[in-house]
């Protein structure tokens, strides 16, 4: 006679019902991580960049101090009005190092970075953990990330291919990456390059300066 099958059903049965609670406690606790990174803007309100409400987020990690950061404000203020419209939040992610004791003078350093260069409207914040830089894993300014709605970070890297590299330039731009990027998430299309190496300036540890400063 042969072997009883119920058995080895029950295993398998089992297995599979293990690998379904496994699959999906990982997928909640990755959009757990993504809703946990939260920040506050210049007025105190709470911002989570990995969470978009609309169609996608545009974050910008960037820095007052920055050469190649700042000369790409117009660029960043004209996709963000043009993208706007179809659903896509911008959010400005200053990576600058805190010198001081108080959050004042960094948060007036941030206001009149805005004014300077024609930030209005623009939604900043401070990134003064890093919380943002390690979640994303950006390591320079400027550097663009496009988070679709399900929180998934879909693009990393350039916004276009402006800089040839640090301080030499292109005549003309070729390459509009993060358009392209956020043309793709839109239409529910495949990202094209969804990963490009950024030029700029390094975001710098804070905890790595504190050490060094007690050295």
């Known amino acids: 006679m042969g072997s009883d099958p119920l058995p080895e059903l029950h295993m398998r049965s089992s297995a599979l019902v293990l690998w379904f609670f496994v699959v999906g406690t990982a997928v909640g606790l990755a959009q757990g991580d993504r809703g946990r990174v939260q920040l506050r803007d210049l007025d105190g309100r709470a911002i989570r960049p990995f969470a ?38 911008c959010t400005l992610i200053y990576e600058d190092v805190e010198t001081h004791p108080s959050t004042v003078q960094l948060d007036q350093l941030v206001r009149t970075h805005l004014r300077q260069y024609g930030y209005a409207g623009f939604t900043p914040v401070v990134d003064r953990d890093r919380a943002a830089a390690t979640h994303a894993k950006a390591s320079i300014t400027p550097q663009a990330f496009v988070i679709d709605r399900s929180g998934e970070i879909r693009y990393s890297g350039r916004i276009d291919n402006l800089y040839a590299a640090l301080g030499k330039t292109r005549q003309q731009v070729t390459s509009h990456d993060l358009r392209d990027a956020l043309d793709a998430v839109l239409d529910g299309r495949k990202v094209p390059h969804p990963e490009t190496e950024p030029l700029g300036c390094f975001i710098t540890d804070p905890a790595l300066l504190r050490k060094h400063d007690h050295e």
């Open 52 to 89: 978009p409400t609309g169609r996608a987020n545009a974050l910008f990690f960037v820095a007052t101090d920055c050469p190649v950061s700042n000369a790409y404000a117009p660029e960043i203020q004209r996709i963000c009005r043009e993208y706007g419209p179809r659903g896509v939040e």
